[in-house]
């Protein structure tokens, strides 16, 4: 994917800066910014490769935020375990 950074003139004459669309091509990201933005002119357009990352790790997060290995299903059992029950 790339990241398409557009400057335009809007068709009453603002200007509107940095508007980012990811896309494949840059036809496809005018295509996206025009159907946002009826009869705009656009000033300019940077693009930069943008990189996926691998999935969200859940239990990596957990450990960095709490600085210790904990994983979810113990923090599940944890608070499953001290939930008052009805009465």
């Known amino acids: 994917m790339i990241r398409f950074g557009f400057?335009?003139?809007t068709r009453s004459g603002q200007r509107v800066?940095?508007?980012?669309?990811?896309?494949?091509s840059?036809?496809?990201a005018e295509?996206?910014?025009?159907?946002?933005?009826?009869h705009c002119e656009i000033i300019a357009c940077?693009?930069?490769a943008v990189r996926r990352s691998d999935p969200l790790d859940l239990e990596g997060v957990?450990?960095?935020?709490?600085?210790?290995p904990a994983t979810?299903?113990?923090v599940a059992r944890s608070m499953l375990r001290?939930?008052?029950g009805p009465n």
Not at 17 to 24: F, K, L, P
């Open 7 to 9: 400057n335009i003139r």
């Open 17 to 24: 800066d940095n508007i980012c669309i990811m896309s494949a």
């Open 26 to 28: 840059r036809q496809d």
């Open 31 to 38: 295509r996206r910014l025009r159907q946002m933005y009826h």
């Open 46 to 48: 940077n693009s930069e």
């Open 62 to 68: 957990i450990g960095m935020i709490s600085n210790d």
């Open 72 to 74: 979810v299903p113990t």
């Open 82 to 84: 001290n939930k008052p």
